[in-house]
């Protein structure tokens, strides 16, 4: 009979928090048993994974369960589990962490028009942002295997195209906010004519050996012009 049949088999409720005990949304459960039985489930926005009717480890054909939690391909939880009881709830930390980085120039001022790539072994990452500020949230940690070191890759959007303008290895182990220090800087250009007099109304661009004419602009009545965020390398 079907009473009898659910006998062996019960409810698992896992709840998935982050390094700051935050709910974590989209994360893949896979529990697999020893026997090859299988059964998924994905954390909705409160962090909640319920599976129903998993049978229980005494069976002959199931026994032993791992217990795999991943963000995309990387895997951030691990472990073997007994079902062996009506219900079983758990809360599980899981090493995601928040990350705001700010790109500022070397007059301390944030960058704006930027895109922020963290790429890892298994994770990659991209933001943009208008005001020179990213936010990443649920990180997996550089302390897990499938993750390691991150790049942290910056580009500027110029009126010829992104251009790089940072580029750094780091290793995120918990949640921070973190300035980011670009070679960038203010340069003053002045026009004049072969007698020293300014010339105004000029257009000026500028190029470097990765982007040419990335920006542009007209000198005014002094003959000058100024340009910031412009990379020294």
């Known amino acids: 009979s079907s009473a009898a049949s659910d006998v062996y088999k019960?409810?698992?409720?896992?709840?998935?928090?982050?390094?700051?005990?935050?709910?974590?949304?989209?994360?893949?459960?896979?529990?697999?048993?020893e026997g090859d039985y299988e059964k998924t489930g994905e954390s909705d926005k409160h962090g909640l994974v319920r599976l129903d009717r998993v049978p229980y480890s005494k069976l002959e054909e199931v026994g032993s369960y791992t217990l795999q939690l991943k963000m995309g391909k990387t895997t951030i939880y691990k472990d073997s589990i007994e079902i062996d009881e009506p219900i079983i709830s758990r809360?599980?930390?899981?090493?995601?962490l928040s990350l705001k980085l700010t790109l500022v120039n070397l007059e301390g001022e944030p960058v704006p028009r930027i895109t922020v790539r963290l790429s890892s072994k298994t994770?990659?990452?991209?933001?943009?942002?208008?005001?020179?500020?990213?936010?990443?949230?649920?990180?997996?940690?550089?302390?897990?295997e499938d993750v390691g070191y991150y790049t942290v890759n910056v580009s500027m959007r110029t009126e010829a195209g992104d251009m790089p303008i940072y580029s750094e290895k780091r290793?995120?182990?918990?949640?921070?906010?973190?300035?980011?220090?670009?070679?960038?800087?203010?340069?003053?250009?002045?026009?004049?004519?072969?007698?020293?007099?300014?010339?105004?109304?000029?257009?000026?661009s500028l190029s470097n050996s990765l982007l040419a004419n990335f920006t542009s602009g007209e000198t005014d009545e002094d003959g000058r012009i100024e340009f910031r965020n412009v990379p020294l390398s």
Do not use: C, H, M
């Not at 019960?10 to 048993?33: E, T, Y």
């Not at 809360?91 to 995601?96: A, E, T, W, Y």
């Not at 670009?182 to 300014?198: M, W």
């Open 171 to 204: 290793s995120f182990t918990r949640s921070q906010n973190l300035s980011l220090i670009a070679d960038l800087a203010r340069i003053t250009v002045k026009v004049v004519d072969e007698e020293g007099a300014p010339i105004k109304r000029v257009k000026v």
């Open 10 to 33: 019960r409810q698992i409720k896992i709840r998935v928090l982050n390094l700051d005990d935050k709910p974590v949304a989209g994360v893949k459960l896979i529990l697999k048993s």
């Open 91 to 96: 809360n599980i930390s899981v090493p995601l």
């Open 123 to 144: 994770y990659t990452v991209e933001r943009k942002s208008e005001n020179g500020t990213a936010f990443f949230e649920n990180i997996p940690s550089s302390e897990l």
